[in-house]
């Protein structure tokens, strides 16, 4: 059941409902000298996150609790989630909502969508959002496919090979049996050379897809290669971290014309891998070809505002084979979650997040690679995280942290077989020096012990 504190005026109230002038005078009953009369010994308040952290560890000491600290990323990332976003989010009316299908149905739905809509626009810059895909690779591909609708090009998609290699399987799948060529260009260093994108895009090139930060946690050049995109008549899909917006510049700063990202961080939990969040916002120019839901605001028939889905004859109910997209839904109660997580947040608050994980981050990288048998594999700037190489078999390794209590990070092989002795560590503002620390030592440990 849910807890929400009494007001002073709603105690007011109940206590003139029975006659009474002070919450005192309820134990008026209780002889006085079995009343505790003395000031309690309450140690001073805890933020949020402090108390959230207090309890997990009271919490932890329950036999058979998983008391494994989270290091790991890729594109799940087990961020701070404020306590407003579970109590919103739970109610009713929320959570057993479904996608609107009537453009008029369910306003609070279509009021929290649009609310959704707007956050997105304030934090990637763009013009427009829709009301969110299915989760971040799905939200790659679709903007592939808008940029091969709204170009009219027909003959590649030039990806960056520091794109989340899953993302890039995704979007070749969705291509194998169509026209255009995927054409990927190799990280060298952890980043993309933007000179090795211009050669790679051709008169017929659709888009140029990027990451930033990349799949490593490095930080790319993205306006150099926005501006050789542009010059090639090629748009520019850039995939994000939404909570590094919180610190790194805007996407309209440096060229993009389509904006998405993974929604997981903003207020979702990570849950064992899904179901997650995708985002994608783009220019004005783009929006008739834009898939999925999108939200309009209206006034009704006696004047008052309210909320309608739009552009529907863009869909696959209504366009069929001529739609813009297979997608005709969107991820409504995750968006939702965002939605308040971005509004409890602020501007302020996404960007401590996005300041303590870069901050901690960069110190976890400086005390593994203190490590003896580990060291930074790449030198150039990065978010939260970062790849560190190993001495001996990462596989093992990461099995060994995990009997130490530590999820240690992700192994790198199984995507890139150049880099099989790679591992990528994420941290998030979660992370204390403390576990920092701790991770540090297991892995110390872990390499004496194989």
């Not at 993974?262 to 207020?267: A, N, S, T, V």
Request: charged share 20%; hydrophobic share 40%.
């Amino acid at each position: 059941m849910a807890y929400i504190a009494n007001t002073p005026d709603d105690v007011r109230v109940m206590l003139d409902a029975i006659g009474l002038d002070s919450i005192e005078q309820l134990f008026d009953m209780i002889p006085r000298e079995y009343r505790l009369d003395r000031p309690l010994n309450v140690a001073p308040a805890l933020t949020e996150f402090e108390l959230t952290s207090r309890i997990g560890g009271l919490l932890a000491l329950n036999q058979g609790a998983d008391q494994r600290v989270c290091f790991l990323g890729a594109g799940s990332y087990d961020h701070f989630i404020p306590a407003v976003v579970d109590a919103l989010a739970s109610r009713g009316e929320f959570y057993t909502a479904y996608t609107p299908y009537q453009p008029e149905a369910s306003q609070g739905t279509l009021q929290a969508t649009f609310e959704y809509q707007t956050l997105i626009t304030q934090i990637t810059g763009m013009d427009v959002s829709n009301a969110s895909l299915y989760d971040g690779g799905s939200a790659v591909t679709e903007a592939a496919l808008m940029a091969l609708a709204v170009t009219r090009r027909f003959g590649r998609i030039v990806v960056a090979g520091s794109v989340h290699p899953e993302y890039r399987q995704i979007l070749a799948t969705y291509l194998e049996h169509l026209d255009p060529e995927v054409v990927t260009v190799p990280a060298v260093d952890g980043k993309v050379d933007p000179k090795a994108i211009a050669e790679a895009i051709t008169p017929d090139t659709a888009a140029v897809v990027i990451q930033q930060p990349n799949f490593f946690g490095e930080l790319e050049d993205v306006e150099a290669v926005a501006k050789t995109a542009h010059e090639k008549g090629a748009t520019v899909i850039v995939s994000v971290d939404p909570i590094s917006l919180g610190l790194l510049r805007r996407p309209d700063t440096y060229g993009a014309d389509v904006v998405v990202a993974e929604g997981q961080g903003l207020g979702n939990p990570m849950s064992f891998g899904g179901p997650y969040l995708g985002i994608l916002a783009c220019r004005q120019e783009y929006l008739r070809k834009m898939p999925g839901r999108i939200v309009g605001e209206t006034t009704d028939r006696n004047g008052k505002r309210c909320w309608v889905l739009t552009l529907q004859t863009r869909e696959q109910h209504i366009r069929r084979e001529k739609a813009t997209s297979n997608i005709c839904t969107n991820q409504g109660l995750l968006a939702l979650r965002a939605s308040i997580y971005l509004a409890a947040m602020g501007p302020r608050g996404l960007r401590e997040a996005a300041e303590l994980s870069t901050r901690k981050a960069h110190y976890a990288a400086e005390v593994l690679g203190a490590v003896e048998g580990l060291k930074l594999a790449f030198p150039g700037p990065f978010f939260k995280e970062f790849v560190i190489r190993c001495s001996k078999d990462p596989r093992a390794l990461l099995a060994e942290v995990g009997k130490l209590g530590y999820h240690g990070g992700v192994w790198l092989g199984r995507w890139y077989p150049e880099m099989a002795d790679g591992i990528l560590v994420a941290v998030t503002e979660k992370r204390s020096r403390a576990e920092i620390d701790g991770l540090a030592a297991a892995y110390q440990r872990a390499l004496e012990s194989i």
